[in-house]
């Protein structure tokens, strides 16, 4: 699977801020199930616990769990819901900011009222200040005493080390998707974001060199012209988005155009972006990459290429159509998932990388100290419903936990061989995209309907599992490796001269790897986060109409415009505060790598 290049070496999280939290209805205890068992419960030797000795699963608890990662608000159903409440008598009724419609609301309504949920899951700026808002339970004892978390308790240590008013070393936050890789090591074979195309479409045209995003619109537009459907006669276009990830955290620009930004270089953060050579640039700048990426759609929605549901439909009607093939270029790599498997690839029916020459992408190694997310435990949480929250957190970190929610159902998603790896089924390889039917022992229903929609787990996919020697991800899966070795992965190989898309990128010098730093940065001001809430609202509302723009004039006085606007909501203290954050992060790179 090639291990690759680049450094990581650093401590963690960020902050931001927003105060006090809210409601959440009484506890949690349901009916009781005869017979649910009682196990031993975590007995605290480094630091406080306040556990019980043993843990009572005789009633049915429903878990609040507070989740900026969700997209979908609700009790958790399905065969996910199934395996949770056999094995301890749980539900999770999950609250999710980003499927609400005003998260920033949700947020400050629940912390208002001192009840952000029972599990919680934040961006770090959020964290720290619900920590200090005394938010969040100290478990420091719990984690010494997992089963589970404990191995990772280093990683922890540092993240929590950064904590402001931290010093005890005490332990709220449990990073999200660290890995048991090494803080240097870059597991995949494709980066992050980059453009994707199917490869039967971008074949039968010769597979046209792209020298810039101009060619890849002339390429995406005679895609389009040749296939306006797919074959249930539902419309494509080349590029549909989504509005409903904006303003997330301390980001203040359009998402889908702040993601696209990695293509040249550089990764948004608030006001700034962050160049794979150390340097800065403002998102505002005319030559910058923001800019560019809001051009490319601009172009592209002149063109016709551009969905026109695009600014009004949610994430799932997007993803809906990417399932469908009604959607012709990919940029995340996860997005892959939801249509590519080895008999379609062999096809040639499939999604793969499409070279871009003037591209040189920002791609950060293995998330060894987390990845800017954490999961935490409310402060109300105490005795029985607290060991229960930990127990339950502790076994989404364990194999067993980590392969429900990174491979699926056993025996039905994949097969065990005699030499103890895994193989995906038909079943495993079709059921997220067509969201196949789930056998009744695993509760009926849809099989994505069911899946894990925490979105989120304390170790990513790219770990390996001691259980097989292999990662989690059936990716990198040897079985997985040899299926793919397909017509479309062949062929690929053959006209660009390498094994996979990072080589590709090496040998022609486009990948800037970076160390992937998690470090502690500092909140907004109460003034700050009033001027960061202001020109997100104002960058957000104008990035899209510059989208739709009726010409490139008004594209151009708009963003003009913008800037003035910008100028007299205190853009030029905002940019000021996040280059010094952000110039932390810069020097914890440079550290690294030293």
């Known amino acids: 699977m090639g291990r690759r290049k680049t450094v990581s070496l650093m401590l963690v999280v960020v902050l931001m801020l927003s105060l006090v939290l809210s409601g959440c209805s009484d506890k949690k205890t349901n009916d009781k199930a005869a017979g649910s068992p009682t196990t031993e419960g975590a007995k605290a030797t480094d630091g406080a616990s306040d556990t019980p000795s043993a843990i009572d699963h005789s009633d049915t608890l429903t878990l609040e769990v507070y989740d900026v990662a969700a997209n979908y608000q609700g009790i958790q159903s399905g065969w996910f819901g199934k395996v949770i409440k056999d094995k301890f008598n749980l539900e999770l009724n999950i609250i999710a900011p980003q499927a609400s419609g005003d998260g920033e609301a949700l947020y400050q309504t629940r912390t208002s ?49 950064g904590l402001e008013g931290n010093s005890e070393g005490k332990i709220y936050g449990v990073p999200c998707s660290v890995t048991n890789t090494s803080p240097t090591t870059y597991t995949d074979d494709t980066v992050y974001i980059s453009p994707m195309l199917p490869w039967d479409y971008y074949s039968e045209l010769g597979s046209p060199e792209m020298k810039n995003m101009d060619d890849l619109l002339d390429v995406l537009e005679k895609i389009q012209k040749a296939h306006p459907a797919n074959k249930a006669g539902d419309a494509n276009y080349a590029l549909s988005l989504w509005a409903d990830w904006d303003k997330g955290g301390t980001q203040i620009t359009m998402e889908t155009a702040t993601q696209l930004t990695k293509t040249y270089g550089y990764e ?59 959607v012709l270029l990919f940029w995340y790599n996860w997005q892959r998932g939801f249509w590519n498997t080895p008999d379609r690839a062999n096809d040639k ?38 060991a229960r929250a930990i127990e339950f957190l502790d076994w989404l970190a364990s194999p067993e936990g980590l392969e429900y929610n990174h491979d699926g159902i056993p025996d039905w998603s994949y097969t065990k061989g005699d030499d103890g790896k895994y193989t995906m089924t038909e079943n495993g390889l079709y059921g997220l995209m067509e969201n196949r039917t789930v056998p009744d022992e695993w509760g009926g229903g849809g099989f994505d309907d069911g899946n894990n929609k925490i979105n989120q787990a304390p170790l990513a996919a790219v770990s390996t599992d001691p259980n097989t020697g292999e990662t989690y991800s059936k990716d990198y899966w040897s079985s997985y490796l040899e299926a793919n070795k397909t017509t479309m992965t062949k062929e690929w190989g053959q006209k660009y ?44 509302d104008t990035s899209w109409k510059m989208v739709f723009a009726g010409s490139e004039d008004k594209f151009k006085s708009m963003w003009e415009e913008m800037k003035t606007q910008l100028n007299g909501l205190g853009w030029s203290d905002l940019v000021a505060f996040d280059k010094a954050k952000y110039q932390k992060v810069i020097d914890a790179r440079a550290a690294a790598v030293k």
């Open 113 to 161: 009222a001192g009840d952000l949920g029972d599990i919680i899951l934040l961006d770090n700026p959020k964290l720290q200040d619900c920590i200090q808002a005394g938010l969040i339970a100290d478990i420091t004892g719990e984690v010494n005493n997992s089963t589970n978390l404990k191995q990772y308790l280093d990683q922890y240590k540092t993240y929590n080390a």
């Open 497 to 540: 001269g390498a094994e996979n898309q990072v080589k590709y990128l090496e040998k022609t010098g486009q990948l800037g790897t970076v160390p992937n730093v998690n470090i502690i940065l500092p909140s907004d001001t109460t003034d700050i986060a009033v001027v960061r809430s202001q020109c997100a609202q104002l960058i957000c």
């Open 349 to 386: 029916n499939a999604y793969i990388y499409a070279p871009v020459e003037d591209m040189t992408f920002y791609q950060p190694s293995d998330s060894y100290y987390g990845d800017g997310r954490a999961f935490a435990i409310g402060s109300q949480m105490k005795g029985n419903d607290k």
């Open 268 to 326: 948004v953060n608030g006001s700034i972006m962050l160049g794979t050579k150390g340097d800065m640039k403002e998102v505002t700048e005319d030559d910058g990459a923001y800019y560019k990426i809001l051009h490319f759609f601009f172009e592209a929605n002149k063109r016709g290429l551009v969905d026109p549901d695009s600014g009004t439909q949610n994430w799932d009607t997007a993803c809906t159509k990417m399932k469908n093939k009604q």
